[in-house]
């Protein structure tokens, strides 16, 4: 474990020190927003690599520093002098707190600089901003999104529904509503996940096979905003992950008992973790840099699985997935990705080029990753 805890602290430094020369230069130059976009990456990198070794706290400050810089390519108005001190205040909290890690001391708490961040971004007021940056929410919200996704994508949207997020903002008599907002969507519609509390508001997530203005109606008399996540022409949009193609069937790789498992992701400690974690759970595992790499070794070699981060170097994870859906010898070796960044862009562009899931990095427990390729293989194995 220490040596996992010293390559962690080397490689988070290394991502904190590029980003700190990222932020600066567009600080001096607001025209190059591709720094940010550059900066976000390392962002990105430490927000999905923070909590396997158990350093949390680290990845919760960058998944905010990360949803900040995007509202700032978006709208470079929002950087100002006060901005960038907060930032660079953020980084030096993330140094702090990893600094704890590696010692063995309790992390501290980032919530300070995450509040601090927050304050100077405008309240988001459409749920496709509200999506775009989810990582401005509220924990809790964010932790309960991160459960529900896969049975909202998968059971939700195969059945045709309609998603929506019911914002109700703090009032009096909020608790005594909360059971008769229940109540009167019983019979319209199903609450998926309550969550928030930020600032003393509450989300309510729901998906329902009414018509909006049906949903409106009862919710009438009620303090609470409904905007809907997905249009019923958006869901009508996605996806068909069956396909008719011809091809041969799959062949099992697994030797001495062992599937084999391609694993991709451009950190080395998220790598070397995984591999761990697969090994020790009956996998044989090779491991790969960036998708350009994973798909030579995919083309030289036989996998049962492939798990792959989205954004990496060379190749991202999207492109290796396209790469290999387009070659017949590898048509059927499920992908599973792993993603600190997952839009709804991104998410519906792998399931679209044919992904057996799309998890969140720090959003689901190894375990379910396990349940996930064990059943992955099995279906793929026929």
Do not use: W
Request: net charge negative; hydrophobic share 35%.
């Amino acid at each position: 474990m220490d040596d996992i805890r010293k390559q962690f602290r080397s490689e988070a430094l290394t991502h904190l020190q590029k980003a700190e020369e990222l932020i600066q230069s567009y600080a001096s130059d607001p025209s190059a927003t591709d720094h940010l976009t550059q900066a976000n990456r390392h962002f990105h990198a430490l927000k999905g690599s923070s909590p396997l070794v158990g350093a949390r706290p680290v990845s919760e400050v960058a998944r905010t520093v990360e949803a900040c810089l995007k509202r700032i390519i978006s709208e470079p108005g929002l950087f100002t002098p006060v901005l960038h001190s907060t930032l660079r205040f953020a980084l030096t909290m993330m140094q702090r707190q990893i600094d704890d890690f590696v010692t063995g001391q309790p992390i501290r708490d980032g919530e300070t600089v995450i509040r601090t961040i927050r304050s100077h971004l405008p309240t988001t007021r459409s749920v496709e901003e509200l999506l775009q940056n989810v990582e401005l929410m509220s924990r809790e919200l964010r932790n309960s999104l991160g459960e529900t996704m896969q049975s909202i994508l998968g059971k939700e949207l195969e059945e045709g529904k309609r998603l929506y997020i019911l914002h109700v903002p703090p009032h009096d008599r909020m608790q005594d509503e909360l059971p008769r907002i229940r109540e009167a969507m019983k019979d319209c519609g199903s609450i998926l996940s309550v969550a928030g509390r930020e600032e003393g508001s509450i989300h309510i997530l729901l998906s329902s096979s009414s018509e909006t203005q049906t949903i409106r109606t009862k919710l009438e008399g009620f303090q609470a905003i409904l905007t809907e996540l997905l249009s019923h022409e958006k869901i009508a949009e996605l996806p068909v992950t069956e396909t008719t193609r011809p091809a041969p069937p799959p062949v099992s790789t697994k030797q001495e008992g062992k599937f084999r498992v391609l694993f991709a992701d451009d950190s080395q400690i998220t790598r070397d973790l995984y591999r761990i974690l697969l090994q020790r759970n009956g996998y044989q595992v090779e491991l790969a840099k960036d998708g350009a790499e994973a798909l030579q070794m995919l083309r030289s070699s036989s996998f049962d699985a492939v798990i792959t981060d989205d954004q990496m170097p060379a190749m991202d994870g999207s492109e290796f997935l396209r790469a290999a859906k387009n070659d017949e010898r590898l048509y059927h070796v499920p992908f599973i990705f792993m993603s600190g960044h997952a839009t709804d862009e991104a998410r519906s562009k792998a399931m679209k080029f044919g992904a057996a899931a799309y998890l969140v990095k720090g959003g689901f427990e190894k375990e379910q990753l396990l349940v996930i390729l064990k059943e992955a293989i099995e279906k793929a194995q026929g």
